[in-house]
């Protein structure tokens, strides 16, 4: 029989003397559990303690006898915890074992022993206990025996040092920052929070509660965690729940990077997988291995038992023990064989339920027992003082409460590396181009594009920044520019063309094709930003906007209709502005001031107040009171009479087809308008300043301002009347709030584009938005392309880019790419008419030199007039399979001689990016070079000679000639002080001059100007040359005589 089960079964009539022999063999643990079992074993213990060879262990015996029994301390009521917790630990970083044997208690002390020493372990005891997942950290309200100071004191404070170390190096580059662990819990125990308040505390987290009520559904749970999820401020998400409320649903709604617990599949899983990298491990299972490094003895080869431990938390201690070697066999509390499994173990863990229990024969001697449920348990928070004064703490619940709080610590620093700039890991889509080229619909809908999530993943957006629209769009939030505001822009780029045909001359296909070529070929960042198309185009004559060939936008189809609603918000917004005016004519007219001052401002449950727009208004009119019942007659009249001259509308209604019977309209002749009818007309969506002005904001806030100050009209004063005038501001900016973010789609070979905003050039500023290419020029990083177009020739859309955008931007281009056909050229030269729908003439089929020689002198001055700018330029030759190669040579030397960097044939259209890796090479090089860029005019000229210098600089006119009405406008407008703004010419798209059939380079002649207008919210004013109109038409056949819907397979066909 062994000296431990002497000690047990030994009785009081044995003599005094043996009994003191065995006593004194038995370890403390056992001789202190015998102290407190009978008054005669105290006795025998103290008399052990006065042995002469025992005297050495007296000190430690006596802090034993300090401390109350634990067995005593599990009679209290527990209720434990089934939220399991998680800890991120290097492995590698766990300390090998001493020379010695220790063992663990049930309070998680270590006492050392002899090698040969016995060991006893005093019987467990469950209480009655209750499901919850507080975590005891009595740690925090303890106090360290004299003697015998815990084992994981050490630990917590070197967790608590070197937590304070990460956050100091954090807070020297993010000063503001401050992570914060959220506590979800049912109920409102305080306890908790404290505990984990006071740790947070000493290392300088914030501690957020969130108390649901105690019957609280999943539902509620799961929307809670949700939101803390989309919460920036906080870096780690705590669920102390009952475990009817940890359901695998609740657990996995934790974003893995913000679960310190790791409760969620991911990031068990990943300790699974032994790949802690990104994710957390349990706290718990974190201080297990803590305790277990500061264990004289190896861990490799041991073997473990886990008794009664279930769910995530057995899955990770398991994998953790066993990644450091040890061997590790699991148990229920009734399996038949728990005897043998736990004498055959050399590390016991154990969580205690339901007032199960086994006998401490079963402990051999150096085995090292840690008891889980002090970290595992929540306690009333009355009780916690009274546990601190009565013992030192059980080790698990500080040092995983220390742990969870590393853990949010290392999830800010995450955050913080995730926040910035991120470099690419870009996978092109493979091209496999056929002969012949098959049409665009097709070639696109042969490629299976990249998830819209994938690529944005890979050029390195955040999850929390896109906004999906479907499997293939999504938006782009703006917050981009906020995280990487100290990002260095890559090379800006921009695609121009020379004066085009009616059938265009492939810009977007040539913007297309070359990032095609930085991205999937020569391995550069590169991002594409493109127009929105017109819906009136799409359906008229010309047809998509996508690009062609092999060298597009996909899916084609998105991108040429609905893509994700932004010219739709436009119309939405332009057309509310239109309603407003017309109702306040009307209400203006058929009311009195009273009538219309008490609709105006109403009361809502007895109390009447002003609007924050309404305020605004009478601020503007110099009234400054707050209460309405305070206005004087002059003062009400003043707030409630626009008094707009229907005469001088401005404003005009828009929509997105191309409708030529809507260029004048009547308005109001239904009886109910009361005989208040006026002339108007219908513009194409695209032309309506809210267009531009979305292309040329940089913010919600800029853009809401812009939205404002859109001038709707005169009242019978002359004043201008706007749009905060009218009170509408507020709502256009909500109509708009969606389409101000940029819409991220991808080529054929999965290189990334933005879509935003659509002006068209002839009638607008032409150009895609000043935010997609300020996001892009971020994303792509110091090294890499931001390739943009502008609209139709150099002349107009080039032009506009460098004085109004860049202007608005502040952003300076590198390189002009400057796109021509020998097509195009030939027409220049004196070739005949080109008509959409139209076959070719033979000359365009043909070879013929010496038109392409002659129509060169359209290329050469749009080359000059890229150099007014002091940009280079790069000619790209759009290569068709009618052009010749001697044609093709001959466009290049001329190119050349007349100033272009250089000048490179493309064959993207046939090839896709392959065929524009000349061109990417060319544009990389000359990108390189630094360039003198400037303005063409200084803003503070007059308004004439701004006009002026555009038409003899850019269009090669002699002088202006300005129509009364024109000299009229500009009088009033340098009135109204706005004689500061840029100049957007609406002139046509297919002639240097204002007359469209003067191919070539015209001179001689007049450039009249027959009318100005101003767009004060987009801020230009835009003189109207010639007979330019703002609704086109469609021909006798236009495209949508091809174009058709598969009723079965939905696929859409006869677009181009």
Not at 504 to 525: D, I, R
Not at 950 to 965: F, M, N, T, W
């Amino acid at each position: 029989m062994t000296p431990i089960h002497s000690a047990i079964q030994c009785h009081v009539s044995h003599s005094l003397l043996r009994l003191v022999i065995i006593i004194q063999t038995l370890p403390p643990w056992l001789q202190h559990a015998l102290s407190r079992r009978c008054t005669v074993g105290h006795a025998l213990v103290q008399l052990c303690s006065r042995s002469p060879e025992h005297q050495h262990q007296n000190q430690t015996r006596q802090s034993l006898l300090q401390t109350p029994d634990p067995v005593d301390v599990s009679r209290g009521k527990m209720r434990l915890s089934v939220a399991f917790r998680h800890v991120h630990r290097s492995h590698a970083s766990i300390r090998r074992a001493r020379a010695g044997v220790q063992v663990l208690n049930s309070e998680n002390r270590l006492i050392t022993l002899a090698d040969k020493s016995a060991v006893s372990y005093p019987w467990i005891r469950e209480a009655s206990s209750t499901s919850g997942t507080g975590e005891t950290v009595t740690s925090l309200k303890s106090h360290p025996r004299k003697n015998d100071g815990p084992l994981y004191q050490s630990a917590v404070s070197d967790i608590v040092q070197k937590c304070r170390e990460e956050l100091k190096a954090i807070r020297e580059t993010n000063p503001d920052l401050k992570p914060t662990l959220a506590i979800i819990q049912a109920g409102e125990d305080d306890g908790l929070l404290e505990v984990n308040k006071k740790m947070a505390g000493q290392i300088g987290l914030n501690v957020m509660q969130i108390c649901l009520p105690h019957q609280c559904t999943e539902d509620e749970v799961i929307d809670e965690i949700l939101r803390l999820n989309e919460d920036s401020r906080v870096h780690g998400i705590f669920l102390h729940l009952p475990q009817s409320f940890l359901s695998r649903s609740v657990r996995n709604a934790i974003k893995p990077q913000k679960d310190v617990d790791g409760v969620s599949d991911l990031n068990v899983g990943r300790v699974v997988l032994g790949d802690q990298r990104d994710g957390f491990a349990s706290p718990v299972a974190g201080a297990v291995l803590e305790m277990l490094a500061r264990h004289d003895a190896p861990l490799i080869g041991k073997m473990a038992v886990l008794v009664g431990v279930e769910g995530p938390l057995k899955a990770t201690i398991q994998c953790l023990l066993q990644n450091n070697g040890m061997m590790v066999q699991t148990c229920q509390w009734s399996s038949k064989h728990l005897e043998k499994q736990i004498m055959d173990s050399d590390v016991v863990i154990l969580l205690e339920t339901d007032h199960k229990s086994f006998p401490p024969t079963w402990i051999r001697p150096g085995v090292a027992v840690i008891n889980l449920s002090s970290a595992l348990m929540e306690e009333h928070p009355d009780s916690w003082e009274h546990r601190a004064e009565a013992e030192s703490g059980a080790g698990v619940g500080p040092l995983s409460a220390a742990l969870r709080m590393q853990h949010v610590v290392r999830s800010s620093r995450r955050w913080i590396k995730e926040q910035q700039y991120q470099p690419w890991r870009l996978r092109p889509l493979k091209l496999q181009p056929l002969s012949p080229v098959p049409s665009d619909i097709e070639i696109s809908r042969a490629q299976t594009p990249k998830p819209i999530s994938q690529l944005a993943q890979e050029i390195g957006l955040l999850p929390e920044e896109l906004e999906a629209y479907g499997n293939t769009k999504a938006k782009v939030h703006l917050s981009l520019l906020n995280r990487l505001q100290h990002q260095p822009n890559g090379k800006y780029v921009l695609v121009a063309g020379i004066t085009p045909t009616p059938l265009g001359e492939g810009k977007s296909t040539v913007t297309t094709g070359l990032v095609q070529a930085l991205s999937a070929h020569l391995k550069l960042n590169s991002f594409a930003c493109l127009r929105q198309p017109s819906q009136g185009p799409t359906f008229g004559v010309k047809g998509g906007a996508a690009g062609g060939g092999y060298a597009q936008v996909i899916p084609m189809e998105e991108f040429n209709l609905h893509l994700t609603g932004d010219i739709h918000a436009i119309t939405a917004a332009n057309n509310l502005v239109a309603a407003a005016i017309d109702a306040r004519i009307l209400h203006e007219s058929t009311q009195s001031d009273k009538a219309m001052y008490r609709r105006l401002v109403p009361s809502v449950n007895g109390v009447r107040c002003f609007s924050p727009i309404q305020m605004a208004r009478l601020q503007r009119l110099g009234i400054n009171k707050s209460d309405p019942s305070d206005l004087t007659p002059e003062e009400v009249r003043a707030f409630v009479r626009l008094d707009l001259d229907p005469e001088k509308v401005t404003w005009q209604r828009v929509v997105d087809t191309n409708d030529r019977f809507l260029r004048k309209i009547t308005v109001g002749q239904a009886h109910t308008e009361k005989g208040h009818a006026r002339q108007t007309q219908f513009d194409i969506a695209v032309a309506s300043e809210i267009m531009a002005i979305l292309a040329l904001t940089d913010g919600l806030a800029d853009m809401r301002a812009r939205l404002g100050h859109m001038v709707v009209g005169s009242n019978r004063n002359g004043q201008p009347i706007t749009a905060d005038d009218l009170g509408v501001t507020g709502a256009l900016a909500v109509l708009m709030k969606d389409a101000i973010k940029p819409t991220l789609m991808q080529t054929l070979e999965g290189t990334p584009v933005f879509v935003h905003a659509g002006p068209f050039a002839n009638i607008a500023h032409g150009n895609s938005s000043v935010l997609a290419d300020k996001l892009a020029l971020k994303l792509v990083g110091e090294e890499g392309f931001v390739v943009t177009e502008a609209g139709f020739g150099a002349d107009i859309g080039m032009e506009k880019f460098f004085n109004i955008k860049c202007r608005t931007s502040g952003l300076k281009p590198d390189v002009v790419v400057l796109v021509a056909t020998v097509r195009a050229l030939k027409m220049h030269g004196g070739g005949p008419n080109v008509t959409a729908g139209v076959p070719l003439p033979k000359e365009y089929i043909n070879e013929n030199l010496q038109l392409v020689a002659d129509g060169c002198s359209n290329l050469k001055k749009q080359i000059q007039i890229a150099h007014l700018f002091g940009v280079p330029v790069v000619v790209a030759l759009n290569v068709f399979k009618t052009d010749t190669q001697a044609e093709i040579e001959l466009v290049c030397r001329i190119a050349e001689a007349s100033g272009a960097s250089a000048a490179v044939q493309c064959h993207h259209w046939s090839r896709g990016g392959r065929g524009s890796v000349e061109l990417a090479q060319a544009v990389k090089k000359v990108a390189s070079q630094k360039n003198n860029f400037q303005f063409l005019y200084n803003l503070q000229d007059s308004i004439v000679e701004k006009i002026r210098t555009i038409a003899q600089k850019v269009y090669g006119a002699d002088d202006i000639e300005l129509s009364p009405e024109a000299q009229a406008k500009i009088d009033y407008y340098n009135q109204q002080g706005f004689g500061a703004l840029p100049i957007c010419m609406a002139k046509t798209h297919l002639s240097l001059s204002h007359m469209p059939e003067k191919k070539g380079v015209p001179t001689g002649f007049i450039l009249p100007i027959r009318d100005i207008r101003a767009s004060i919210g987009a801020g230009f004013i835009y003189p109207l040359v010639g007979t330019m109109s703002t609704m086109p038409g469609l021909p006798t056949r236009p495209c949508f005589y091809d174009i058709d819907l598969d009723p079965v397979t939905e696929e859409i066909k006869g677009l181009f």
